[in-house]
């Protein structure tokens, strides 16, 4: 099985290069699963019921998320909807949405941090609760692991290894170079970065996050402008062992 996951999308630039290039992609690749971050597709927060749409029309099978899911309440009905998009398994009991999802031959989990971030619950119990209580999945899982700490994610990636084909960090925007298949066969990447404008600070507007540091008040951070980057990984699988086979960047740019 061939997978591919993209980094947070970011506004409008981001749904854009997407468009552009996911079909491309899934030629190229002869991908059989698409997986992207949503959660900043919106205006660079949240994300809305079209939104998603577009970004499923672009040739995403599935749309995971984060922290920001929340930020438009348009969104809501569609967590708990038939629309193949994911909040974090790990929030409290009764919020909208759903943590995981089977399509076709693959098990997509969505898990949340919690250093620097909220005080979510334990996402390494979470996700040992759903592998032990979740009967016929498939050997192909996924996990996007969006979390702001590298030690986060790197402890994930080894709490996981060889219990999961993949362990893919978002949240931060920025891409890391440590692609590697773990030990025990786990595919790994700290962060896969983002789908946004290049000149920016991870996606926004640089004067607008320039004068935030410099005076500490807020202010709208619109998303930057100009060329645009789409981050992801490509992760081979094997369907009958779970095990990953490789993991490798891939980057393109649009203007």
Same mark, same amino acid.
């Given at each position: 099985?061939? @997978?591919?996951?993209?980094?947070?999308?970011?506004?409008?630039?981001?749904?854009?290069?997407?468009?552009?290039?996911?079909?491309?992609?899934?030629?190229?690749?002869?991908?059989?699963?698409?997986? %992207?971050?949503?959660?900043?597709a919106a205006g660079? $927060?949240?994300?809305?019921?079209?939104?998603?749409?577009?970004?499923?029309?672009?040739?995403?099978?599935?749309?995971?998320?984060?922290?920001?899911?929340?930020?438009?309440?348009?969104?809501?009905?569609?967590?708990?909807?038939?629309?193949?998009?994911?909040?974090?398994?790990?929030?409290?009991?009764?919020?909208?949405?759903?943590?995981?999802? @089977?399509?076709?031959?693959?098990?997509?989990?969505?898990?949340?941090? !919690?250093?620097?971030?909220?005080?979510?619950?334990?996402?390494?119990?979470?996700?040992?609760?759903?592998?032990s209580e979740l009967?016929?999945?498939?050997?192909?899982?996924?996990?996007?692991?969006?979390?702001?700490?590298?030690?986060?994610?790197?402890?994930?990636?080894?709490?996981?290894?060889?219990?999961?084909?993949?362990?893919?960090?978002?949240?931060?925007?920025?891409?890391?170079?440590?692609? !590697?298949?773990?030990?025990?066969?786990?595919?790994?990447?700290?962060?896969?970065?983002? %789908?946004?404008? @290049?000149?920016?600070?991870?996606?926004?507007?640089?004067?607008? $996050?320039?004068?935030?540091?410099?005076?500490?008040?807020?202010?709208?951070?619109?998303?930057?402008?100009?060329?645009?980057?789409?981050?992801?990984?490509?992760?081979?699988?094997?369907?009958?062992?779970?095990?990953?086979?490789?993991?490798?960047?891939?980057? !393109?740019?649009?203007?």
């Amino acid at each position: 099985m061939i @997978v591919l996951a993209v980094g947070d999308v970011i506004g409008k630039p981001g749904r854009q290069a997407c468009a552009r290039l996911l079909p491309e992609l899934r030629e190229r690749y002869s991908l059989d699963l698409v997986i %992207v971050n949503a959660e900043n597709a919106a205006g660079g $927060v949240g994300v809305t019921p079209d939104t998603a749409e577009e970004l499923l029309n672009a040739g995403a099978d599935v749309l995971t998320s984060g922290n920001h899911v929340w930020a438009h309440k348009a969104i809501l009905p569609c967590l708990d909807s038939d629309m193949p998009l994911l909040r974090p398994l790990n929030y409290p009991p009764g919020v909208p949405g759903r943590g995981y999802i @089977v399509t076709g031959r693959c098990l997509v989990v969505n898990l949340i941090g !919690r250093t620097f971030m909220n005080a979510f619950d334990c996402p390494f119990r979470t996700i040992d609760r759903l592998l032990s209580e979740l009967r016929n999945r498939p050997p192909v899982i996924i996990v996007d692991f969006h979390a702001e700490a590298t030690s986060e994610k790197m402890a994930m990636g080894r709490y996981l290894d060889g219990r999961v084909s993949a362990v893919l960090g978002t949240h931060t925007h920025v891409g890391t170079i440590d692609t !590697r298949v773990l030990p025990n066969g786990t595919a790994y990447v700290t962060d896969i970065g983002m %789908v946004g404008p @290049v000149d920016s600070v991870i996606g926004d507007d640089s004067e607008a $996050v320039l004068q935030r540091f410099l005076t500490m008040l807020p202010n709208r951070l619109p998303v930057g402008k100009g060329k645009t980057v789409l981050d992801a990984v490509l992760v081979e699988v094997d369907e009958a062992t779970g095990r990953a086979v490789s993991i490798s960047r891939v980057t !393109r740019e649009v203007d």
